[in-house]
């Protein structure tokens, strides 16, 4: 039986998915991003990094991740392309 109240219990979020973190601000997420990608590239500019940080947010599967592991992720495609 449905009452009133059954309107009022939580909802299960997406953000509760396996691997997946919620970053509230977008800022926030482009400069965890883009201090990653120097970090694993030294010879990436700060301003460049934070250009791809922002483009990568763009994309909604990828902004529902830890930016951290976005960065180490684009590296890992850099590493195997470079080859």
């Known amino acids: 039986m ?7 219990l939580p909802q299960p979020s997406r953000w509760d998915q396996h691997g997946a973190e919620y970053v509230r601000s977008n800022i926030d997420w482009c400069a965890r991003c883009s201090k990653r990608l120097v970090g694993l590239n030294p010879g990436l500019t700060a301003e460049h990094a934070l250009d791809l940080a922002h483009d990568l947010s763009q994309d909604d599967n990828l902004r529902a991740m830890s930016p951290e592991t976005v960065a180490e992720d684009m590296h890992q495609v850099d590493l195997r392309t470079d080859s």
């Open 2 to 8: 449905h009452t009133s109240f059954d309107q009022t």
